[in-house]
């Protein structure tokens, strides 16, 4: 039977943590090496749901791409939920493994899965390449198989993106015709300009503030921007992670059974319409 650290190493083999960013944390946050793994569950927030899940199927291992401690702490004691979760995942003998911003710039990595899940064809480079190696690094660029109006694209970005109540929010105008695409899962503000240098016709991200997109569409010339839900974008990787690891480990004879969460864990449960607001409050206009 595999045991953590066997799991572990492949999983570094893949996302190596020495390439993960100076303030990230990643790596084996509780659990044994030498315990026993059967059942991995992939999941993108270490959160008590996912947790509950893990328990439910059976799980011995859960591999978040977000970190429980992103800025260390002092203590796990169960008065916080962050520590609650740590006591639940040991009294059940279930350990935590992160994989984050080593998982971003991986080759593959997440955002390879959702550029695939957006529909981007062809071969995919980074939108910002490692400088140690140029397969390497956040975000990628590719095609769309054809060009096609941006509503097009974005109705079939929504197809192939997990629901959420925010859904896609867009800025650009919709009959543009669009070819090139970039992507990047997770926060995209930092990408803006490295979006509008590369020539694409869209950037695809997530967490767009008002102040940096207003101000990158005002400038002009640049990409649409069509903008998700954080949890969204890095999800697509889960199911890519989960079989990587599971050729990767069957490879060296050894066998995992891998799940991905069926648990939504992005923050916003719901939204309202644009016109019902604007409805019950006198003078507020709906944009264009």
Known sequence: MPTLADVIRELESRYDPRWAESWDAVGLV???PSQPV????FAVDPVAAVADEALSWGADLIVTHHPLYLRGTT???ATTFKGRLVHTLIKNDVALYTAHTNADVADPGVSDALARAVGLTGPLVPLSPSADDPRRGLGRIGSLPSPMPLRDFVRQAAAGLPGTAGGLRVAGDLDREVL?????GGAGDSLLGTARAAGVDVFLTADLRHHPASEFIEAGSGPALVDAAHWATEWPWLAEAARLLTSGTAAGGINVETRVSETVTDAWITTAKCEELTSR???L???A
């Open 30 to 32: 509780c659990g044994d």
């Open 38 to 41: 059967r059942k991995v569950l």
């Open 75 to 77: 203590s796990v004691a």
């Open 180 to 184: 090139r695409v970039a992507v990047s």
């Open 281 to 283: 409050t006198p003078g």
């Open 285 to 287: 206009k709906a944009g």
